[in-house]
Nanobody
């Protein structure tokens, strides 16, 4: 079983950048498909990005393509989400999640994931 802890959230002005980290413990992060989800107030949790086990492939929601990048650094058991050109609509609690399964069409939904972090707040001011 893996434990996930997110960090790096905060308050930033529109157009700014943040880098979120998701640190895994208990098992190596390379054993899992890792995804990022976010949930804004009064909205459903939504898929943001994901990275395959071997980092060969990454996947992004249309709303963040070209602005967000997810990478994996297995040596420190961490996955990152680099967020550039942030917009007020990016404001949400961001979660990382781990799935035992390989990435598939079902991996865009949160019920595909087995382990979750506690979340980190990202607030973008206009």
């Amino acid at each position: 079983q893996v434990q996930l802890v997110e960090a790096g959230g905060g308050l930033v002005q529109a157009g700014g950048s943040l880098r979120l980290s998701c640190v895994a413990s208990g098992r190596t992060v390379s054993s899992y498909t890792i995804a990022w989800f976010r949930q804004a107030p009064r909205k459903e949790r939504e898929f943001v990005a994901a990275i395959s086990r071997n980092s060969a492939r990454t996947y992004y929601a249309d709303s963040v393509k070209g602005r967000f990048t997810t990478t994996r650094e297995n040596a420190v058991n961490t996955v990152y989400l680099r967020m550039n050109n942030l917009k007020p609509e990016d404001t949400a609690v961001y979660y990382c999640a781990a799935a035992n399964s390989l990435f598939s069409s079902g991996s865009y939904t949160d019920n595909n994931y087995d382990y979750w972090g506690q979340g980190t707040q990202v607030t973008v001011s206009s």
